[in-house]
């Protein structure tokens, strides 16, 4: 499984979006499987809104296409506290430091995101850094 952040499932949505073709072609080349955090789900629907169908289009593929969600509890909380306060200087949004946490929690080596310049920067206690796709 690879995490996805909101920039990918934002631009798959938006056929406007200046990254959209980038993503559907690195969506293509990905593992059946993806994973997310609901956080992230809200910055897409959010992002989605004045968009003509894409909110719609993004119910389906979560009901339907290779999106997990995993869960955050009360255990993950300290450490997305910490998260965003070590990176406050970016500064790290809630999204962020919850695929962060989760990225730590379960092991993951890799995330679909067009957020390069702080997914660059974040170093899960795992390893040096998260393998950025596309």
Known sequence: MILVD????????????PQHRRCQEAAALLPARLLTVWPVLTEAFFLLSEVRDARESLWSFLANGPVTL???DGD???RMKELMAKYA???MDLADAALVRVAERESFTKIFTLDRKHFSLYRPTHLRRLEIVP
């Open 76 to 78: 993950d909380l300290p």
């Open 89 to 91: 200087d970016l500064p």
């Open 6 to 17: 909101t920039g990918p499932l934002v631009a798959l949505f938006d056929r406007s979006d």
């Open 70 to 72: 995993s869960h955050l």
